[in-house]
């Protein structure tokens, strides 16, 4: 069985592996020139150490001119829907193909119980979605790790790569595709039936629910942020506890400059508590989609794969039983 | 007229008022028939009768609504693994992976199949001369319903069941897998189901019969016992049913005279004693056409008994 997913599987593992490998191409270019703009812009050393305030702001507004459109929108918003599409694309078809051919026929009349089968299946295709994932978040690390070092890593650009959220992104829309492809029997719908609702859930979770994941903290703005949104919005390394913001508006300044936020440190428990909400959205797809297949009893008339067959010379039915002689 | 074993040994398959409702409506209702071990069986009826919804159910594909599927005196379950290895299934179209070679094919079939006889499987390649690395995408017809035949085979399973399995295949393509399958069906102690709406190609080939029509079973038997327990008549339009030597099956009245299909009752004399009236054997196209054309409206409520339990050539036999 291991064989037969691979065999079934391995374009579309190839296709990862050359996205993966892009990827890389890319963060390595921009990566090392981030890096080197980095030291050269001067934020290095004293300039990011924990009781500066100001002193790196030319040379932090100098790095964001160049990079921060690019870093923090123009590859989030690649990076936002890229996670959907893999899911989609492998789970779409898992399914579905065999449906949509009439393969279901032969594969789930085989010795090997279809229950088993999409087990195996689904555990060894998801197995390679974790690696990937997995692959992805740390080349994204390593390429944002400058630009980390500026804005903390509780942003939402930050936050959606880093950790485990982006390999829980892809599981998810995976799990989806493959419930959408046994639902509507074809994948290319079943891809476009599930990534509608995982990117839905993946935006209302980020900017609605992310800010409440946990009860924020209320504390006074240290002494050199006059500007919390700007001065230390790109401030150094004791203020990312400020910019280290999860949603648009929990910044709040009050008259007596305290200010509400959710603390840079909490990453780890916001990844923690993100990453179980899109695997438990995984684990109810994918459970309702093995839960189907083994209840469902047919899928005859609704295989798309079989056209009206025109009669046939001698066709039962096409004369009479010609008696009469 | 031919007396089949149908109480003592064990059947290679038996259904049992086996039904599969869609929704309300019922695909196959009160489906209750028997294959001997070693048989090759006919299952013929029109598109819709209900064929591929039966064979499913005996392949273990489909949960059946109603009654039970036996396949050599075990009672099947379907999704299971032990049901599955009882049957070696080819299904309509001859599903494949397009893209898959012919290796790969009978690497998925290995995998999949505890049984599996690979030496049997790349032996019938190298006869049919269909090589082991070619894609299924660039095979023929004729070539794929081969693989898929093969792989069906090489699960050495005890019971074969191909659906439709020449519907798509040209004249020569259809004689030589009917050839193939008959061949490989007499050398091994295997037994065959094979379900088709043409009807003339299965005549040479198949010593079972069974005919399905609107969800039901008309009539299930040796198919030599069949058609030697049946005539046609012609006799003058006015003959009234009951002076016919047999129950009807069919009339057609449309002429002067009435073409009239019987099944003969053996105590009562026959048709060349009416002066004017002329008796034929029926052929194996007539005698299904026949039972797939009777107008008759179909209840089962009078045929308490599984047709099979009685002697003679299971019919089932139901109310004009």
């Known amino acids: ?325 | 007229m031919a007396e089949h074993d149908a109480g003592g040994s064990v059947q290679a398959l038996r259904t049992e008022r086996l039904g599969r409702r869609y929704g309300r409506a019922w695909g196959l209702r009160d489906c209750t028939f028997e294959v001997p071990a070693g048989a090759v069986a006919a299952l013929v009826g029109p598109n819709g009768a209900g064929k591929t919804t039966l064979l499913e159910m005996i392949t273990g594909l489909l949960k059946p609504t109603e009654g039970q599927v036996s396949v050599f005196g075990q009672t099947s379950r379907a999704g299971t693994a032990a049901t599955l290895a009882r049957v070696g299934y080819v299904a309509q179209d001859h599903p494949l992976y397009r893209d898959f070679t012919v290796a790969d094919m009978f690497r998925l079939g290995r995998a999949m199949n505890p049984g599996w006889d690979q030496q049997l499987a790349a032996g019938r390649m190298d006869t049919l001369d269909i090589p082991l690395k070619r894609r299924v995408k660039a095979l023929s017809g004729g070539q794929r319903a081969q693989v898929a035949l093969t792989m069906a085979l090489a699960k050495r399973a005890p019971l074969l069941v191909l659906d439709e399995p020449i519907a798509s295949l040209d004249p020569v393509a259809r004689a030589e897998l009917m050839r193939d399958v008959t061949a490989v069906a007499a050398g091994t102690a295997l037994t065959v189901l094979i379900s088709s709406h043409v009807v003339a190609e299965l005549e040479r080939f198949c010593d079972w019969l069974i005919v399905l029509s609107r969800g039901h079973v008309q009539l299930a038997g040796p198919a030599a016992g069949l058609l030697a327990a049946h005539r046609l008549l012609t006799v003058p339009r006015d003959t009234p049913d009951a002076e016919l030597p047999g129950r009807v099956i069919y009339r057609d009245d449309d002429g002067g005279h009435s073409g009239v299909l019987v099944r003969a009752d053996p105590a009562r004399p026959t048709a060349q004693e009416h002066p004017g009236w002329q008796a034929d054997p029926v052929s194996f196209e007539q005698l299904v056409m026949a039972y797939l054309q009777r107008p008759a409206p179909l209840t089962t409520q009078d045929d308490p008994a599984p047709a099979a339990q009685r002697p003679g050539p299971n019919m089932k036999e139901l109310p004009r």
């Not at chain 1, 779409?92 to 999409?118: F, N």
């Not at chain 1, 942003?155 to 046994?182: K, R, S």
């Not at chain 1, 280290?244 to 200010?259: A, E, Q, R, T, Y």
């Open chain 1, 1 to 325: 069985m291991m064989w037969v997913t691979w065999r079934q599987h391995r374009g579309q593992a190839t296709a990862c592996l050359a996205l993966l490998a892009a990827l890389a191409v890319y963060a390595i270019i921009e990566g090392t020139s981030m890096r080197s703009a980095f030291s050269s812009d001067g934020l290095t050393g004293s300039c990011l150490a924990r009781t500066q305030g100001t002193g790196c702001l030319n040379g932090t507004g100098a790095f964001m001119n160049e990079f921060g459109s690019e870093v923090n929108i123009a590859f989030w918003s690649v990076a936002l829907i890229v996670p959907g599409l893999i899911g989609v694309l492998v789970g779409g078809s898992l399914v579905a193909r065999e449906l949509e051919y009439g393969t279901w026929r032969l594969v789930w009349s085989q010795t090997v119980p279809r229950t088993r089968w999409l087990a195996v299946k689904l555990a060894l295709v998801t197995g390679g979605l974790i690696v990937l994932g997995a692959a992805m978040t740390a080349v994204i690390m390593w390429y944002r790790a400058p630009m980390d070092q500026l804005t903390g890593r509780l942003i939402h650009n930050a936050f959606d790569f880093e950790g485990l959220v982006l390999t829980a992104y892809i599981l998810c829309a995976f799990g989806f595709a493959v419930l959408a492809g046994l639902l509507i029997r074809r994948s290319i719908p079943a891809m476009v039936a599930a990534f509608i609702p995982w990117l839905a859930i993946r935006l209302v979770v980020e900017f609605v629910f992310r800010p409440h994941f946990m009860t924020p903290a209320t504390g006074p703005v240290s002494a050199n942020c006059t500007s919390p949104q700007l001065g230390c919005g790109y401030g150094i390394s004791s203020v990312p506890q400020i910019t280290g913001h999860i949603g648009d508006l929990v910044l709040s300044m009050n008259p007596g400059n305290l200010v509400t936020y959710q603390p840079a440190d909490r990453f780890w428990p916001f990844q923690f508590i993100e990453a179980g909400i899109f695997v438990a959205l995984t684990a109810a797809a994918l459970g309702a989609t093995i839960w189907l297949l083994h209840r469902r009893a047919h899928w005859t008339a609704l295989s798309p794969a079989l056209p009206p067959r025109p009669p046939t010379g001698g066709a039962a039915g096409a004369a009479g039983p010609g008696f009469r002689r």
